[in-house]
Nanobody
Framework: QVQLVESGGGLVQPGGSLRLSCTASGSIYGRYAMAWYRQAPGKERGVVAEITGDGYTNYVDSVRGRFTVSRSRDRDRTHYLQMDSLKTEDTAVYYC?????????WGQGTQVTVSS
């Protein structure tokens, strides 16, 4: 079993920054791919950014150049989503997701609200 815990969400003004963290625990090891998703009210959950086990990254067009996904150098089990130049449309619940051992695991989500 794998557990994912997100943190770092909150309220920020447009143009501000937040850094989300996702820490994995349990029966998970090695370098694995991880993705960040978000779900705004009334909308479907969609992928925002992903990082492969080899460190390659990919972003949805709406966040490319503003968001950065990374893996901790010290702790492979912690991933980050650095969000800069935040916009009101970035408001959503953000989830991290890992597919490991044939199972998809989700964190509990963390709320990000961008508002003046």
């Amino acid at each position: 079993q794998v557990q994912l815990v997100e943190s770092g969400g909150g309220l920020v003004q447009p143009g501000g920054s937040l850094r989300l963290s996702c820490t994995a625990s349990g029966s998970i090891y090695g370098r694995y791919a991880m993705a960040w998703y978000r779900q705004a009210p009334g909308k479907e959950r969609g992928v925002v950014a992903e990082i492969t086990g080899d460190g390659y990254t990919n972003y949805v067009d709406s966040v490319r150049g503003r968001f950065t996904v990374s893996r901790s150098r010290d702790r492979d089990r912690t991933h980050y989503l650095q969000m800069d130049s935040l916009k009101t449309e970035d408001t959503a619940v953000y989830y991290c997701n890992v597919y490991f051992g044939g199972t998809s695991y989700w964190g509990q989500g963390t709320q990000v609200t961008v508002s003046s």
